[in-house]
């Protein structure tokens, strides 16, 4: 990214609401459970696995968090109703994180025990580095209470990772990895595209010799070249790769055509603020779209 996109991306949080809703709707299924219906039953017909995500982090209320639960319980009902190929994908702090642990415990163990009657999957998304000790401790409080049907989320970006990839190898854990969207810092991790991506090979590494089933979360080229080779030898249903929704869905088709499971993350709901930011951060064509939507506003009718 170029001086001035990063200096658009600094920007991006002064940027109107309605223009970050406008330009992000490629990255969201709409606001109501029936758009991700819709939008998972569209991917499956390509082929796609879906993960659907309830919209909404940081709560601040017992309610909230509660409503959120119940959220993702319709969602639940409504992928088996529809028999949807799709699981779903869980955020802690929507859960209470950082209001009430053992309500979030709680809830998440609701979840994880309703979707298990379904033979549904439970997906725990990592949050920023102030959450990583919590989810993981939860998970494996989880995995201790025989909760098999969840997993977790691993940030190559974190100089921490190798280590938790290590510590967590007993439990054959099922990881999505990532590159990690938080900024963070220096101190915890790496900074440059380049170590984090030699980072995301190491991990990729760690996790497969674990015996792991991996969910490669990526849509960089060299790193989804670099999976198909280390991945070369295994079964289709070892691993799968995850691309967000709205990003690269032309080489998510031909990973579908090639024969690998390839799941598509599913975004809806009412709160669609922090998401959206995040997509227009990475997004490379990010700084053009906000010129030329400031510049239609500013020049009505061009
Ligand atoms: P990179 O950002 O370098 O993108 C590679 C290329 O993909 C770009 O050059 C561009 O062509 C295209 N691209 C990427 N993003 C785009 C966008 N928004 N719009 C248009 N084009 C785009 N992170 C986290 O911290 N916790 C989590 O739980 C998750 N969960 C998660 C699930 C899934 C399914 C995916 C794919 C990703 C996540 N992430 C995440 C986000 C992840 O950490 C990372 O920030 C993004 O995937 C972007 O990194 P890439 O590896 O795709 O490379």
Redesign the pocket.
Known sequence: MGLFDRAVVRLLPAVPRPVVQRLSSP?IAGSTLDDARRTVAALNAEGKLA?VDVLGEEVTRRDEAETIAEAYREALAVIEGDGLEANI?VKLTGLGLKLDLDLCRALLAGLIDDAGRRAMFVRI???DSTCTDDTLALYRDLRAGGHENVGV?L?ACLKRTMRDIAELAPLRPNV?L?????IEPESIAFQD?ETVRRS?RSCLDGLLDNGSYV?V?????E?IRHSLRRLTGLTPLDYEF???L???ERRASELVAAGHRL???VPFGQRWYEYSL???Q????VAGYVARDVAARLVPGR
């Open positions: 990255y993960t994908s998304d990592m949050e989320v940030q999505r990532c590159k990690g969207i938080y595209d995301f969910g979360a990526t849509h960089d080229e790193l995850q691309m967000l709205g990003v690269r799941r598509v993350y995040r997509r227009l990475e997004n490379p064509k």
